[in-house]
């Protein structure tokens, strides 16, 4: 990240060995504030750019906060792996919150190494270091925990729930660690070149073989016990469609998250190490600025889409998630629902029914069969359940209606 700012430093013209040595202006009576409006960069790229970082941010904060919603209303979500889901949507939050609204603000200026923004820039650079590593570490962790689960499912099942909460614990005070050394660059050049490897084979290097090995073989095994049910089953070779299935959902997954990892992160790193030991062999400083700009989208990115990858597959988080969002929009959404008593045999059928009519009825409202012609209802989906139990009285059939 550094070794990248010296290409802001050559493009602005500051002659310095080392931008976090750069001496803040000492006379900043003359200059115009950090949100000046003619500081800000008027051209079509610039807006476009800071645009796309902009739809970001909402995306990832809805999403993540969603998954510390649901885990916070329902308790069968608290177990002791989805820990670190949890953890990992915390530090994606805090990506959403802060990191992207910093960089989008810092990518607006013209000049985004000019002194009235340049401690905006050294709190930006702090505060990204600690929210990258936290979610690079965590999504470490998730790969050796489903590798524990896979290789020794008995010994997992017998982890306590502290184990996780220390995995937890050690990433968020690796991240800070790293990015409290961060100020140590702007000693010499030799602590600059070992941040940045440092920084490379804790957060890149050892990630990345840990996560691609980890699911990997996780595929391995999969493959293998779906093999060797069958071969038990039966003595034709091969997999069932079933077992076949399975398996290919396994390596869908496999290598969603894995090129996922290295398309978000290991391009970003890979130029921030040629910068910081041959800063010639990029780029002019224009072109690598734009490539810079997309490498953070990168990297952002995969903050905003980890949680449909590890939190929103599961059944439980999907059901959680529609219960919240029915209690904030009963109505409005089109999944608020009300009971209509309906006179018949003795199923129960569950209907969803769109309202027509002008004057919409309160949610969860009961009214009789008879007056859904009034009502203007049309039913669109129709669901058998279990019979109910037979009785003298003539039986009741009660239809959820869930209306726009």
Same mark, same amino acid.
């Given at each position: 990240?550094?070794?990248?700012?010296?290409?802001?430093?050559?493009?602005?013209?500051?002659?310095?060995?080392?931008?976090?040595?750069?001496?803040?202006?000492?006379?900043?009576?003359?200059?115009?504030?950090?949100?000046?409006?003619?500081?800000?960069?008027?051209?079509?790229?610039?807006?476009?750019?800071?645009?796309?970082?902009?739809?970001?941010?909402?995306?990832?904060?809805?999403?993540?906060?969603?998954?510390?919603?649901?885990?916070?209303?329902?308790?069968?979500?608290?177990?002791?792996?989805?820990?670190?889901?949890?953890?990992?949507?915390?530090?994606?939050?805090?990506?959403?919150?802060?990191?992207?609204?910093?960089?989008?603000?810092?990518?607006?200026?013209?000049?985004?190494?000019?002194?009235?923004?340049?401690?905006?820039?050294?709190?930006?650079?702090?505060?990204?270091?600690?929210?990258?590593?936290?979610?690079?570490?965590?999504?470490?962790?998730?790969?050796?925990?489903?590798?524990?689960?896979?290789?020794?499912?008995?010994?997992?099942?017998?982890?306590?729930?502290?184990?996780?909460?220390?995995?937890?614990?050690?990433?968020?005070?690796?991240?800070?660690?790293?990015?409290?050394?961060?100020?140590?660059?702007?000693?010499?050049?030799?602590?600059?070149?070992?941040?940045?490897?440092?920084?490379?084979?804790?957060?890149?290097?050892?990630?990345?073989?840990?996560?691609?090995?980890?699911?990997?073989?996780?595929?391995?095994?999969?493959?293998?016990?779906?093999?060797?049910?069958?071969?038990?089953?039966?003595?034709?070779?091969?997999?069932?469609?079933?077992?076949?299935?399975?398996?290919?959902?396994?390596?869908?997954?496999?290598?969603?998250?894995?090129?996922?990892?290295?398309?978000?992160?290991?391009?970003?790193?890979?130029?921030?190490?040629?910068?910081?030991?041959?800063?010639?062999?990029?780029?002019?400083?224009?072109?690598?600025?734009? #490539?810079?700009?997309?490498?953070?989208?990168?990297?952002?990115?995969?903050?905003?889409?980890?949680?449909?990858?590890?939190?929103?597959?599961?059944?439980?988080?999907?059901?959680? #998630?529609?219960?919240?969002?029915?209690?904030?929009?009963?109505?409005?959404?089109?999944?608020?629902?009300?009971?209509?008593?309906?006179?018949?045999?003795?199923?129960?059928?569950?209907?969803?029914?769109?309202?027509?009519?002008?004057?919409?009825?309160?949610?969860?409202?009961?009214?009789?069969?008879?007056?859904?012609?009034?009502?203007?209802?049309?039913?669109?989906?129709?669901?058998?359940?279990?019979?109910?139990?037979?009785?003298?009285?003539?039986?009741?059939?009660?239809?959820?209606?869930?209306?726009?």
């Amino acid at each position: 990240m550094a070794a990248l700012s010296e290409t802001h430093r050559n493009n602005s013209r500051i002659n310095s060995s080392n931008l976090n040595s750069m001496a803040l202006p000492t006379t900043p009576s003359f200059r115009s504030p950090c949100d000046d409006p003619r500081l800000f960069a008027s051209s079509a790229v610039s807006v476009v750019v800071a645009s796309c970082y902009a739809i970001l941010i909402p995306v990832t904060l809805l999403g993540n906060g969603s998954v510390i919603a649901a885990f916070a209303t329902n308790a069968r979500l608290r177990t002791a792996t989805n820990i670190l889901i949890l953890g990992l949507a915390a530090s994606d939050l805090l990506v959403g919150a802060f990191a992207v609204p910093f960089w989008t603000f810092i990518v607006s200026h013209a000049d985004i190494t000019a002194g009235h923004c340049y401690s905006t820039y050294l709190i930006y650079i702090s505060f990204d270091i600690f929210a990258g590593c936290a979610s690079i570490l965590q999504l470490t962790a998730i790969a050796l925990e489903r590798f524990l689960s896979t290789q020794w499912p008995l010994f997992h099942r017998k982890l306590p729930q502290y184990v996780y909460c220390i995995m937890l614990l050690v990433s968020w005070l690796c991240a800070l660690t790293m990015a409290a050394l961060q100020p140590l660059q702007a000693k010499t050049e030799t602590w600059r070149k070992s941040y940045t490897v440092a920084l490379f084979v804790s957060c890149c290097c050892s990630p990345l073989v840990i996560i691609v090995t980890s699911y990997c073989y996780i595929f391995k095994i999969s493959r293998f016990q779906g093999r060797r049910r069958k071969t038990s089953s039966s003595k034709r070779c091969g997999l069932t469609p079933g077992g076949a299935i399975k398996e290919l959902n396994v390596a869908i997954t496999v290598a969603v998250i894995t090129v996922l990892f290295v398309t978000a992160w290991f391009p970003f790193f890979v130029v921030t190490v040629i910068a910081t030991f041959c800063l010639g062999c990029l780029p002019s400083p224009p072109a690598l600025l734009h #490539l810079v700009k997309f490498l953070k989208f990168l990297q952002y990115s995969s903050s905003a889409i980890n949680p449909y990858i590890y939190a929103y597959r599961n059944t439980e988080m999907r059901k959680t #998630l529609a219960k919240i969002a029915r209690k904030l929009f009963p109505c409005d959404l089109g999944i608020g629902t009300r009971n209509v008593i309906d006179r018949g045999d003795s199923i129960q059928r569950y209907r969803q029914s769109i309202i027509q009519a002008d004057q919409k009825p309160e949610c969860y409202q009961t009214i009789s069969r008879n007056n859904l012609s009034s009502a203007g209802e049309v039913f669109v989906q129709d669901t058998k359940s279990k019979p109910a139990k037979k009785s003298q009285k003539k039986n009741k059939k009660k239809t959820k209606v869930i209306y726009l």
